[in-house]
């Protein structure tokens, strides 16, 4: 009987405590999601807020702002870059001397190039005045026809190829190119001696018609070394006994100094000499004059 009281004052409380914590649970149930709930404590507490917790998932709050870190700077870093850029400068400065340079040698060779055709202009020019470089006889040039006092020209037959005929037509075709070199009518004085030398290509005047093909392929623009070669070797070699033979192998080593061949072009001042020396030909002055200057 003493226990009975104590055990049952016991339970009557358990029970008390059981109901009272289903009534908190169905209320928390019953009131919308998020709202504040208010728990009465049989204590005297204070009532307690509680917040609903933050999503971060789709159709959600914002999030907060990130915080970017903002660069720093760094001396050592600009100091690299001045030193790029200061090596860039450098470097460009470098080639547009460079450039300066080969400006400067390329406005030299064309100084050159200008000054020696000019200077095969004028060798032509005093060889055309001079008339006999053509096969034409001095003072025979001045004829007055019947028909009304024009001067015409007389060819002479050159010494290498005297004992050919002259053949119909020859002297006329010839006469006719030569007119054309004196009118400096280059281009088409080449294409006239050429036509020439198909026609008549062992007839008199074969021997001048390959010598001024090769002064005319000096004066081309550009100079056509290798064609003005090969007609002087023509020369000499079909005729080396011809008047015109001195001034071709003369000229030979001009082309071949020309070709950058200093030695090949020594060997043919030297046969100039060697070979005209106890003439009057100028082809001899004109090659003891080139050596001096050029070697």
Do not use: C
């Amino acid at each position: 009987a003493l226990l009975a009281g104590p055990l049952s004052l016991a339970l009557g409380s358990a029970v008390y405590a059981q109901d009272y914590v289903d009534l908190e649970a169905e209320r928390a149930a019953a009131q919308p999601r998020g709202a504040t709930t208010t728990t009465s404590d049989p204590y005297g507490a204070q009532p307690a807020t509680a917040y609903p917790a933050t999503s971060y998932g789709v159709n959600s709050a914002p999030a907060p702002l990130a915080t970017v870190a903002q660069p720093q700077s760094h001396p050592q870093q600009g100091g690299q870059d001045l030193s790029n850029l200061f090596n860039q400068i450098q470097q460009l400065q470098r080639e547009v001397m460079m450039l300066n340079g080969r400006v400067e040698e390329q406005a030299h060779e064309l100084r050159s190039l200008k000054e020696q055709s000019l200077e095969r202009y004028v060798d032509l020019d005093r060889r055309i005045a001079g008339g006999v470089a053509a096969g034409v006889a001095p003072g025979s040039a001045s004829g007055s026809n019947s028909s009304g006092g024009a001067s015409t020209a007389v060819v002479t037959p050159v010494s290498g190829n005297s004992n050919v005929a002259e053949q119909v037509g020859e002297g006329d075709a010839y006469r006719s190119a030569y007119a054309l070199v004196r009118s400096q009518k280059f281009n088409d004085a080449t294409s006239a001696f050429k036509q020439f030398l198909q026609d008549y290509p062992a007839g008199k005047y074969a021997p001048n018609a390959h010598y001024w093909l090769g002064e005319l392929y000096l004066v081309m623009q550009p100079a056509d070394l290798e064609s003005s070669r090969q007609a002087f070797m023509l020369l000499l070699s079909q005729y080396p006994d011809n008047s015109k033979a001195p001034d071709a192998m003369y000229k030979l080593g001009k082309v071949y100094f020309m070709k950058g061949n200093r030695e090949k072009a020594r060997e043919y001042m030297d046969r100039v000499i060697a070979q005209y020396g106890s003439t009057n030909s100028s082809a001899v002055k004109l090659s003891r004059d080139f050596i001096a200057q050029n070697y």
